[in-house]
């Protein structure tokens, strides 16, 4: 069974920075998805398995970034530039065998998620 567990949430002011972690059982390709009250889950961003890719949302490129350490098994989001709309519950996931990186179709494994609140 894989298991996920995300910490580094918490409130920070807009502009302000914080750097989410997600521990994994194994090795897998990852994605990062958020959900704010009343919306769907969106997909923030993605990692394949080494690293050697990533995928960013529109509304994150350039703010946030991806990367893992396989070494411990984790993956990191580090956000930066927070905007009051990135206030959301933030999700980890890991790949499975269909869908797209894209959406939560594609994703088996999800975390518990950790609360994003950025305050204006």
């Known amino acids: 069974q894989v298991q996920l567990v995300e910490s580094g949430g918490g409130l920070v002011q807009a502009g302000g920075s914080l750097r989410l972690s997600c521990a994994a059982s194994?090795?897998?390709?990852m994605g990062w998805f958020r959900q704010a009250p009343g919306k769907d889950r969106e997909f923030v961003g993605a990692?394949?398995?080494?690293?050697?890719?990533?995928y960013y949302a529109d509304s994150v490129k350039g703010r946030f970034t991806i990367s893992r350490d396989n070494a411990k098994n984790t993956v990191y989001l580090q956000m930066n530039s927070l905007k009051p709309e990135d206030t959301a519950v933030y999700y980890c996931?890991?790949?499975?065998?269909?869908?797209?990186?894209?959406?939560?179709?594609?994703?088996?494994?999800w975390g518990q998620g950790t609360q994003v609140t950025v305050s204006s």
């Open positions: 990692i394949n398995w080494n690293g050697d890719n990533t």
């Open positions: 996931a890991a790949r499975g065998s269909g869908g797209t990186y894209s959406h939560p179709n594609g994703y088996a494994y």
């Open positions: 194994g090795r897998y390709p």
